[in-house]
């Protein structure tokens, strides 16, 4: 299951229960795309105050400690390129990370979880993990 950088910004900010998510997944593999470490990295350098950075900092190493990322080599490459055509030609194009998380999850055979299911739901192929049950309000 690759963890989409929505479910980790969530689960940072308290709306999402990671732990519980996690526990109903059992022995699943979890891991994070490339591109979603640098989301979360680029967060990390975009906060406004040192005391957000810190603690931004700190969950992302935390993240990073715990989770393998997956690189996005040729396989990835080649899925990218044909989901891209195949959603474009349908008039239903994605995010390009989004696009990118997608084909590393295709590539690694399993899903995504995600709080933006509407754009992952357009990529055929693509398991979309249901999470309303670990959303917090």
């Known amino acids: 299951m690759i963890l989409d950088t929505s479910v980790l910004i969530a689960a940072e900010r308290g709306r999402f229960d990671m732990p519980s998510f996690l526990s109903a997944l059992g022995d699943a593999t979890v891991a994070l795309a ?4 640098s989301e979360l990295l680029h967060g990390v350098e ?11 900092g700190r969950f992302v190493e935390g993240v990073l400690a715990n989770l393998p990322v997956i ?4 396989s990835e490459a080649r899925v990218h390129a044909r989901t891209w055509a195949a959603l474009a030609a349908a008039g239903a194009p994605i995010g390009a990370h ?5 084909a590393t999850a295709i590539v690694a055979g399993g899903g995504v979880a995600t709080l933006n299911v509407d754009e992952f739901a357009r990529v055929p192929g693509l398991r979309v993990a249901e999470l309303h049950s670990f959303v917090r309000s």
């Open 71 to 74: 690189p996005f080599g040729l």
């Open 46 to 56: 975009r906060a406004r105050d040192d005391a957000t950075r810190e603690r931004r």
């Open 98 to 102: 989004d696009l990118q998380v997608a």
């Open 34 to 37: 490339a591109i979603s470490a």
